[in-house]
Structure formats: C-alpha cells, structure tokens
C-alpha cells in the first residue's frame, strides 16, 4: 500500500493578513467574555458540565443528574491533597473553584458587576481568574 498524505486543505490566513485593520470589529473583554463564555447553552439531557484541570491535564465529566454530580464533588473537594480546579456549568451559571490549600475549595466569585469591567486592568483580571 503507497502511503498518500492527507488531502491539503487551503485556508485564508494570507487574506486574512492582508485585511485592512478596518476589516475587524474591535471587541472589548468584557463582550467577549458575555459571548463566549456567559453565552453558553447545554441540551436538556444535561444537567451539568465539569471540568477537572490537575497537573496540566484537563479532563470533563457530563451529568444527567445534579445529585450525582454534588455527590461526585462533595467526594473530590474533601481531598484535602487535591490541586485540581474544577469548573461547573448548568444552565444558571459557571462557577471556577481553586484549591486553597488544607481549607479546602474556593470560589472565583459568582457575581461580578459588568460595570466594572471596563475599569479593571489586565492584571487585576488576571487575578480574578487565576
């Protein structure tokens, strides 16, 4: 058997660079982050959505029950040795929870004013999502 490459598919990068700035719709973080991560939707067959990320790598976890999802992290946030961060998203919200050490799980704060985040600095961002 003769070894094919894969077929080339040709993109548009080189239009793409060659495209005024006028071309692009400046977006602000604040617009991106309601699009893209505010604007989330999960069928009606899912509960809940976890995300895992420990020692670089990333795993996810669907639910079809929220009891059976709180049973699952009530279990792995009593692992006082534990680094990993998980993320949950149902259909209210998304919520980050960092490990902070021997006291257990703390939340990236569920509320955030959109008014201020034109107000805050990259840094103060940065610190926000860890």
């Known amino acids: 058997m003769k070894n094919k490459r894969p077929k080339y598919f040709p ?3 080189k ?3 060659e495209s005024p700035d006028e071309f692009f719709i400046p977006l602000t973080y604040k617009d991106f982050f ?3 991560v505010m604007g989330w939707a999960l069928p009606s067959s899912v509960a809940c959505v976890i995300r895992e990320e420990k020692d670089g790598k ?4 669907i639910y079809s029950q929220s009891q059976s999802a709180r049973n699952y992290l009530e279990k792995e ?3 006082k040795n534990t680094n990993t961060i998980f993320t949950i998203a149902d259909d209210e919200a998304v919520m ?3 490990p902070k050490g021997k006291r257990g799980y703390t939340p990236l704060p569920k509320e955030i004013d959109p008014e201020i985040w034109d ?3 990259d840094e103060e961002i940065d610190d926000l999502f860890g």
Do not use: F, G, R
């Not at 990333?58 to 976890?61: G, Q, R």
């Open 77 to 79: 946030m009593s692992n």
């Open 58 to 61: 990333i795993s996810e976890k």
């Open 119 to 121: 107000d805050l600095t």
């Open 96 to 98: 980050v929870y960092y």
């Open 15 to 17: 239009a793409y660079k």
């Open 34 to 36: 309601n699009w893209k």
């Open 11 to 13: 993109n548009n990068w």
